[in-house]
């Protein structure tokens, strides 16, 4: 089974903090994604890297990075936390496509949920 | 633009019954995956079946099957036997054809179907 673990279940920080988000997957997955997720506007992609030390901007990068120095581990920095961060995160991993036309299925970790007072 | 339309905010479905999720989907692209995930109130997002565009055979998957109608666009999502461990939001979502411009990243989602199993 694919496994995906993010460091945290809950996290509270404060304004202006720099906060890590770490995410682990098990499958040797070449993809690995962040979300965040907020009441009525659904999953938004943050950022996206399908190799190690690749980065795509996904939809809303303004305000985090991201770094990947192993295949397995993709973190997610906010580097001055604001309150308009606050939200559930979300990490995910897929295989890259093996020459179709189309990704394969994204598998899901647990979720963080910040709090940023 | 690709879209994703799930019209059914929440709904109510008795334990042991069967229920259908509606999802529409927008795209002209010629292939794309469909995907379905389960979404319970911990807040991981469980993946659940998946349908290819030239998929000629509808996907099954136990007790989730997805109601492939390509000419419609759309791609329901049936779940039989309902249990009380199914209450959850559902979403559906769409990855775009990477041949053509879609990114590894775009997943398209929609905004999810609450679900509640009475019992």
């Known amino acids: 089974d694919v496994k995906v673990t993010q460091s945290s279940r809950y996290l509270v920080k404060r304004t202006g903090e720099k906060v890590f988000l770490e995410c682990v997957q098990d499958?040797?997955?070449?993809?690995m994604f962040w979300y965040r997720q907020d009441p009525g506007l659904g999953l938004r992609l943050i950022y996206f890297?399908?190799?190690?030390?690749?980065?795509e901007k996904g939809d809303i990068p303004e305000g985090y990075s991201v770094s990947r120095e192993k295949k397995e581990r993709f973190s997610l920095i906010l580097e001055s936390a604001s309150t308009n961060q606050t939200s559930m995160y979300l990490c995910?991993?897929?295989?890259?496509?093996?020459?179709?036309?189309?990704?394969?299925?994204?598998?899901f970790g647990p979720g963080t949920r910040l709090l940023v007072l | 633009a690709q879209k994703i339309t799930q019209t059914q905010p929440g709904m109510f479905v008795q334990e042991k019954e069967a229920v259908t999720l509606d999802c529409t989907y927008d795209?002209?692209?010629?292939?794309?995956?469909l995907f379905w995930y389960k979404q319970p109130s911990s807040g991981e997002m469980i993946f659940l079946i998946y349908?290819?565009?030239?998929?000629?055979q509808n996907a099954t998957e136990g007790r989730y099957s997805l109601n492939f109608q390509k000419a419609r666009k759309s791609a329901n999502l049936v779940i039989s036997a309902s249990q009380l461990g199914d209450s959850a939001m559902y979403f559906c979502?769409?990855?775009?054809?990477?041949?053509?411009?879609?990114?590894?990243?775009?997943?398209?989602f929609g905004k999810g179907t609450k679900l509640s199993v009475k019992p």
């Open positions: 995910a991993s897929s295989v890259s496509g093996t020459g179709g036309a189309y990704q394969e299925t994204q598998y």
């Open positions: 499958m040797d997955h070449e993809n």
């Open positions: 890297s399908y190799d190690v030390k690749m980065k």
């Open positions: 795209t002209s692209d010629q292939s794309y995956g």
């Open positions: 349908q290819g565009s030239y998929d000629e």
């Open positions: 979502a769409m990855s775009p054809d990477l041949n053509y411009g879609g990114s590894q990243g775009n997943l398209i």
